[in-house]
């Protein structure tokens, strides 16, 4: 039997939960499919996948750390509302994409907007947060040569660039 190991392509069905146990996310009927030992996953939660076979059912708890990381202040910022031009509606819960000096594109949540700023917070939505994931495997193969080469799974017919 085939068990969760580098370069398996691993398929995933689970259900995130925060600490006071709200349900925050669920595959449904779209599983998370990904290669695993090549960073897809947090390291912790790759970590508590790694060996299990098909059909094996875990619970895994990640603090802020192994998770998305401690909430940080110094990552909400104020930034000019005419940055973002006068045609643009902003209003508090959009998440819009910035990118940085070197090309990446990151989100982030619009807190507050008034004449003069918008108040923009670059943490991740889940940062602070102690999770809990519950996890159980759906499938496991191996990933195709193409696949490893590519850095992602592809689906039956393959894949074309």
Same mark, same amino acid.
């Given at each position: 039997?085939?068990?969760?190991a ?8 689970y ?5 006071s146990?709200?349900l /925050?996310?669920?595959?449904? *009927? ?9 960073g897809?996953? /947090?390291p912790?939660?790759e970590?508590?996948?790694e ?8 619970e895994?708890t990640?603090t802020?750390?192994e ?5 940080? &202040? ?6 000019p509302?005419?940055?973002?031009? *006068? %045609?643009? %509606? ?7 994409y910035?990118?940085? &000096?070197?090309? *990446?594109?990151?989100?982030?949540m619009?807190?507050?907007v008034?004449?003069?700023d918008?108040?923009? *917070?670059?943490?991740h939505?889940l940062a602070?947060?102690t999770?809990?994931?519950?996890l159980?495997?759906l ?5 195709t040569? &193409?696949e /490893? ?7 039956? &017919?393959?894949?074309?660039?």
């Open positions: 039997m085939d068990t969760v580098k370069h398996k392509v691993v398929t995933l069905e259900e995130l939960y925060n600490a146990g709200e /925050l996310e669920k595959t449904g *009927d779209q599983p998370l499919v990904y290669i695993h030992g090549i897809q996953l /947090l912790a939660l970590a508590a996948v060996g299990l076979s098909t059909g094996d059912t875990k895994v990640l802020p750390e998770g998305f990381g401690e909430y940080r &202040e110094d990552q909400v910022q104020r930034i509302r005419s940055a973002f031009g *006068d %045609e643009m %509606e902003l209003e508090p819960g959009m998440t819009l910035a990118r940085t &000096e070197a090309g *990446d594109t990151i989100p982030f619009i807190l507050e008034t004449d003069e918008v108040v923009a *917070d670059f943490n939505p602070g947060e999770l809990t994931f519950k159980k495997v499938g496991i193969r191996d990933a040569p &193409e /490893l080469a590519h850095g992602h799974v592809h689906g039956p &017919e393959g894949h074309a660039h």
